[in-house]
């Protein structure tokens, strides 16, 4: 036995054995993203029948930016789902227990016919083998395929993360991403400032992000609008290590408005809403202000949306918030 499968996803587990054995671990801390908390008991059970003795993080875990503080008296800590951010310092062993999903539809004829000159390829890390299986099965048919490589925060040429698209190819005539939902295209083509066009290998369909940057933007725009006049203004820091911001604190200094710090461990709508501030700008994971705006009742401006709103840059300077 070698993999595990998982839902539609399959991991190495071997691979992991044999990096704890190397470090002669005897105690694991085992953290999973929330949709696959149910299935720990599978890896767990693995893990037991190998002598470790396991513990599970039962906090939150939404990337592998959000690795616990500490592991108490685990020997190393396991992430489940999620890839190394390579420039993340983390202080202790870990072993990152990626997931693939293996579901595979070849794409129908039509599909090939929205494909022009060169095209970039992204995936997410579930879908990362099925971006090099478009690759493989482009170049078969004489398309010219281009793949980039990110910055530090980035494991995998050609992976995305919702916070970086480094991996971006402006050039390329056709934007390509491969997987399922759109939290990735749409960051992807806000980031590009440009159409992607989506295959989903599991169902084997195809569409385009289309209007959705354009909209997302007319919701940002107004957003920073009604920001112009706001007084008390909450500055959002995160505690997780890999969505922490400081060093950008110092551009929200300004004569006319107060600027209000809080760390925050779940930036959620309770802890954030209660403070009541006329808006608040987000250093923590960029998506909050992005998707998760509509739950809040508080404004939430991205960093450079409130130097935007406060004349200190330029409508035509915004950009797509990200970390590097
Ligand atoms: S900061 Fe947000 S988008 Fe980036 S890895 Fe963490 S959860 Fe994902």
Redesign the pocket.
Known sequence: MSKKKIGEFEIDIDKALSKINDICAEKVLLQLPDGLKRSSGKIIKVLEENDLEVKLWGSTC?????LPDHIGDADLLIHVG?SE?PNLNVGYPVIYLECRSKIWNPPPEEFFEKLKGKVALYSSIQHLDHMYKMEELLEEKGFETVIGEGDQRIKYPGQV????YSTKVPDADTQLYIGTGKFHPIGLSLSLERDVLIYNPVTGGFTTTGDKRDRLLRKRFAIINAAEDAQRIGVIISQ?R??RREDILDKFKGDDYDIIVAEFDEVVPKLVDDFQWDCAVNT????IALDDNEIFRTRILTPLEFLISKKKKDWKDWEMDE?H
């Open positions: 939404y990337g592998a930016c959000d999620h951010i993360l919702g916070c970086n997780k890999g969505q923590a994971c960029p998506r970390i």
